[in-house]
């Protein structure tokens, strides 16, 4: 069982059978606190500890994450060479990888089409690498976000014919592509599409189209981000040259040396880090660490990133840098720079990239004020809809998918946001919660006429569509996936706690054995560790609507530093700033700050409820 389908088993049962932790039945963000453990997997859990001879909180993580006791030593050392099924399980993947192998042999000039996020860029990045080291020279063509729009078009597909391509391969996108693909086929040039989004009923012509979502796809495979796919197709092409004898005047390539790029790709697409992906994670932080890719060094020296790369370094402060280039710059920045061997293009790209992340923030800021202020009504009404939509005239089409993100994270449900062009279409983003399927609802949108455009996956999605249409769309979202909206509320109103700890007891040792279970993020959460009965000695509210604060033990020792991210005008806020010497119960996630060289332990706070003590 899934972490995530654990925690909804639990919450959808909390309500009279689980004692509320620490009897927190309503935080001040009005969730009740129950025990992410159970009967059952905390006696997994005393096995784990004893039969592994791990710390004990480490063992109830795994344990609250479906990990059984005779898997814990696998699932500490996850090998892909364990979890990574044979790649011609995926459906057209022995196609794909005999014309690729083809054109690599016949030095074909091939084209890489990408998207402009960080999975694109990653994905483009790894297959342009890939064919650089058997000597080719690729074009490498990644969308302009505002003019082209998402994935191939015609117009694209004609440029790259004019550059010689007779191969275009698409990564990240394409499988919703008619137009484009079928201008391909016209011209005579051959398209192998990787990706991962959904697909529509009719798939466009393609020599073949490797995606574990499509229909008549069995691999089981859907959970991938586009760059684990183009990985594993880079695995079956190795395989088709060596049987072809390509390696036996050049040596093979060192595909492991590329995992730092699957990594990135994975974390920033917010895919599930569990089996497979948890493995390209792993092994691509290691990868990372010994800084061979100068576009990433170069990315984490102007990131001012210190310390061990980690996966929320990855999420938070690499990945942004990389998307800031398609939200509001130059789209093939970020692809450019992760393909790089020039340490001083390197260093310009990544230069860029940080000023344009840093404008991108005032982008931001100033559209989600205008969001919030739209959508507080709105729920102060008592009736809010399943799904939230926002629209302005104003707003960059560079930053819906963050304001949509933001607004999720913020009222618990899922949103779109969606910036309105002079002629009245709507170019918006959307972001879902656990257990809403959003790019399917997407989808019926756009079969059902509703929307101009629209796609994406169970988490994520895009659309165009004409404002005057709204109205049917929220009634249509409504319908389509208001019981699976109301389910999932009601499980957010739980948060699940791994364990109790004491601030001087949040050691950095203790932090790097958590770690071991991670990395963690989308279906693998990170531990959630309570703070019972400490006191806020220090408060702040920081740039960014951040709270910066303090926290210690009624009992005294070390205090914990803490920070409350995005909580500026929430009770959450509220209740640290006030600071009258009250003991707090304290929820968060515990990560290892690293400055100037030292390790500290640091909280990210998640809530606060109020104690019994006096």
């Not at 951040?546 to 909580?567: E, N, P, S, V, W």
Request: aromatic residues 4%.
């Amino acid at each position: 069982m899934l972490a995530t389908d654990l925690d909804q088993a639990i919450a959808r049962h909390a309500g009279a059978r689980l004692r509320a932790f620490l009897r927190v039945e309503s935080s001040v963000t009005g969730r009740r606190w129950i025990d992410r453990l159970d009967g059952r997997t905390n006696a997994i859990a005393l096995d784990i500890a004893q039969r592994h001879e791990v710390p004990e909180l480490l063992a109830r993580v795994l344990a609250a994450r479906g990990v059984a006791a005779e898997a814990a030593g696998d699932f500490l050392d996850p090998t892909l060479r364990r979890l990574m099924p044979d790649p011609s399980i995926l459906t057209d993947m022995d196609v794909a990888a005999t014309r690729i192998a083809d054109a690599v042999i016949d030095r074909e000039k091939i084209a890489v089409f990408g998207d402009y996020d960080v999975d694109g860029a990653t994905s483009a990045a790894l297959l342009t690498r890939f064919l650089k080291s058997r000597g080719l020279d690729p074009l490498v063509y990644i969308p302009d976000r505002l003019f082209e729009g998402y994935g191939p078009n015609p117009t694209a597909v004609e440029a790259l014919v004019d550059g010689g391509a007779t191969l275009i391969v698409t990564v990240d996108c394409g499988t919703v592509s008619s137009d484009a693909l079928k201008r391909a086929s016209e011209l005579g040039v051959d398209v192998v599409v990787i990706d991962h989004h959904l697909p529509s009923p009719q798939l466009p012509p393609a020599v073949a189209i490797v995606n574990p979502n499509r229909e008549d796809d069995l691999s089981n495979l859907g959970h991938l981000a586009a760059v684990g796919l183009v990985f594993m197709t880079l695995v079956a092409v190795n395989r088709e040259l060596r049987q072809r004898g390509a390696f036996d005047d050049s040596p093979e390539p060192d595909l492991l040396q590329w995992l730092d790029l699957v990594a990135l790709g994975t974390v920033c697409d917010v895919v599930g880090l569990t089996g497979l992906n948890r493995a390209f994670v792993v092994k691509g932080l290691l990868a990372m660490r010994r800084q061979s890719n100068a576009g990433l060094s170069a990315l984490a020296a102007a990131a001012r990133l210190s310390g061990p790369t980690q996966a929320q370094h990855l999420g938070f402060m690499l990945g942004p840098r990389i998307n800031a280039g398609g939200r509001i710059g130059n789209a093939g920045l970020g692809a450019r720079l992760l393909a790089t061997d020039d340490p001083l293009e390197a260093q310009a790209i990544a230069a860029e990239l940080d000023r344009l992340n840093g404008e991108r923030q005032t982008l931001e800021a100033g559209m989600l004020a205008e969001a919030i202020a739209a959508a507080e009504p709105v729920f102060a009404s008592g009736k809010p809809p399943p799904v939230l939509i926002t629209q302005s005239g104003g707003w960059h089409q560079g930053v819906v998918g963050l304001i949509a993100a933001r607004l999720r994270e913020r009222f618990s449900r899922p949103a779109f946001a969606i910036a309105v062009t002079p002629s009245g279409v709507g170019v918006g983003s959307g972001r879902s919660i656990p257990g809403v399927d959003l790019g399917r609802a997407v989808r019926g949108a756009v079969e059902a006429g509703i929307l101009k455009r629209g796609g994406g996956h169970a988490m994520a999605a895009g659309i165009t569509v004409d404002v005057r249409e709204l109205g049917r769309f929220e009634d249509y979202l409504s319908d389509a996936i208001g019981s699976q909206v109301a389910s999932a509320s009601t499980e957010d109103r739980h948060l699940a706690i791994d364990a109790p700890l004491t601030a001087p007891g949040a050691t950095v040792e203790l932090i790097e054995q958590l770690e071991r279970a991670g990395p963690f993020g989308s279906g693998h959460p990170a531990p959630v560790i309570a703070f019972p009965s400490h006191r806020v000695t220090y408060a702040e509210e920081v740039s960014g609507g951040h709270i910066r604060a303090t926290i210690a033990a009624d009992g005294g020792g070390q205090g914990l530093k803490a920070m409350a991210f995005r909580a500026a005008g929430t009770p959450l806020a509220a209740a640290l700033l006030t600071r009258d010497n009250r003991p707090l119960h304290i929820a968060g996630t515990l990560s290892a700050d690293h400055w100037q060289g030292v390790a500290r332990p640091f909280l990210r706070v998640q809530d606060v409820a109020e104690t019994d003590d006096v």
